[in-house]
């Protein structure tokens, strides 16, 4: 299992997103990973990526709110983090949808956005827990 | 080359390995290398420029890249593939980013090129014309090693 437990932040509502997410991001790479032929893959792959890609906008925005509501100090950082991280996918995205789905850009793809999300919930995130922690309360 | 160089890609692989793998590297002792070259089957090279200029590079055994990629995939893959190879260039060019933030706490401003991967262990790697420092980090998963040639440049 991708998700582990010492990646909750301590708020439910993302908590259970970043939950979500790994679980997407695993099926991306369980996809992408595969030994079928490429061309059997491509329309799950597209279909998995689409969906992430997605469910990342809807996520971040969701998390920016929290952290405005709860005065998080480096919201201002973080929420540059996020839109960064959108901008890469987005460019890959249409990189796609003009050259066609390549499996080895697909594959340092994977291994890009899952090594992103890894550190970034466990490292920058976790901020945010910690945050609430020392101001005593719960969201 | 300086060993204060040395100390910023401890202290980063450190941060990393702790964050992402949950893992704690120990520091083993320090040599030095006339050239670089790849000690294990995985590798990757990132070239540095800016107060210092060089190459560092990252060699990782294979069992150890598989068993890193299994951490953080809770998937088990068997070879040094496009995924297995990509994730090691990314946790490599992420200790490296935090390795620079330590140097630049000592005004040594630096950039990083974009990871290169090399499978295998045959020869070494022509860029390098200076000595490098290696320094061996053991964990509960294996020996990493960082090939370390950095040298300030004139005008720093």
Redesign the interface.
Known sequence: MMWKEHYRVGADLIDNQHQELFKRVSSFIKAVQTKAPWEERKAEVLATLEFMQHYVIIHFSDEEALQKEIGYPAADQHTEIHENFKAEVGAFANKIEQEGLDEQGVQEFAARVMTWLIMHVAGEDQKIGQFMREQGGSQ | MKVEYINPFFLATVD?FK??L?LEPRRGNLRAVEELVPVSEANVVIGVTGALRGSLLYSFPKDMALEMVYI????R?NEL????S??L???AN?ISGNALTYLSQNDLLCDIAPPQLIIGTNGSLSMSTEKAVVLPLHTDIGTLEISISLRATSNS
Do not use: H, L, R
């Open positions: 990393v964050t992402m949950s953080m995939a809770g998937m893959m593939d496009v995924f297995v990509s994730a260039g990314e946790v992420i």
